[in-house]
């Protein structure tokens, strides 16, 4: 069975600074991955998703997130984050063949001014 | 842009007592999933439908819950005999074809306090 593992539970960052999330997976073959974004008292938007191909991929709100097989990670990035990024962060994975979603325990952001 | 929109988004109610947690579903979808969260803990795959009945549950899924399209746009699930420990967060999703590629659209969430 898949699993995620978010090590980070809360991270806090400037205003303007760069921001990485830690995702590690764990799945038997290649897995389908997710970014989701939770802000208060909202549901649970996709950021980006990787299926294949270019390892790098490109999100919304310039978020970039990048598959690493040998390390089963799938790390989110961004270059420069804002006040309005504060918001919980889930990675979760796809299997082949099932329907469900095996979600990490999310990261929360804070974004100091 | 298109949405799945859960009713009520706060739900109080007496152990033992049965629940309805409803959901509108983006209207092409064809797949339906419930997911809950207990505070502080990771978001869990309750159920996912298809064709009117269950496709996959998962072990939390027991003979307490039940889930139902009662009509050709709402989606609910039932708790029958709440206990404390069915507060959680739950969220509705839904996709328009199955698959594990396949991006689920979530709802806000239904807050679901057992006292």
């Known amino acids: 069975a898949q699993s995620v593992t978010q090590p980070d539970i809360h991270i806090t960052v400037s205003e303007g600074a760069s921001l990485e999330l830690r995702c590690n997976y764990s799945y038997g073959a290649t897995p389908y991955l997710f970014w989701y974004v939770q802000s208060p008292g909202q549901g649970l938007q996709l950021l980006l998703k990787y299926f294949s191909g270019d390892t790098l991929v490109q999100g919304i709100k310039g978020f970039e997130a990048e598959f690493k097989r040998s390390q089963s990670s799938f790390n989110l990035r961004k270059p420069s984050v804002h006040w309005s990024d504060a918001a919980e962060y889930f990675c979760a994975v796809g299997a082949r063949g099932a329907n469900m979603l095996t979600f990490g325990g999310g990261t929360r952001l804070m974004v100091k001014p | 842009e298109p949405e799945v929109t859960q009713t009520p988004s706060h739900q109080v109610t007496q152990m033992g007592q049965e629940v309805i947690l409803r959901c509108v579903p983006i209207?092409?979808?064809?797949?339906f999933y419930w997911y809950r969260q207990i505070l502080g803990q990771k978001v869990e795959f309750l159920v996912s439908f298809y064709n009117n009945e269950i496709s996959e549950k998962s072990e939390i899924f027991d003979d307490q819950f039940s889930v139902e399209r009662p009509d050709g746009s709402n989606f609910t699930l039932k708790i029958r005999s709440t206990k404390l420990e069915d507060s959680a967060m739950y969220f509705c999703?839904?996709?328009?074809?199955?698959?594990?590629?396949?991006?689920?659209?979530f709802g806000q969430g239904t807050r679901l306090t057992v006292v």
């Open positions: 999703a839904s996709t328009p074809i199955g698959g594990g590629s396949t991006e689920a659209f």
């Open positions: 209207s092409n979808h064809l797949y």
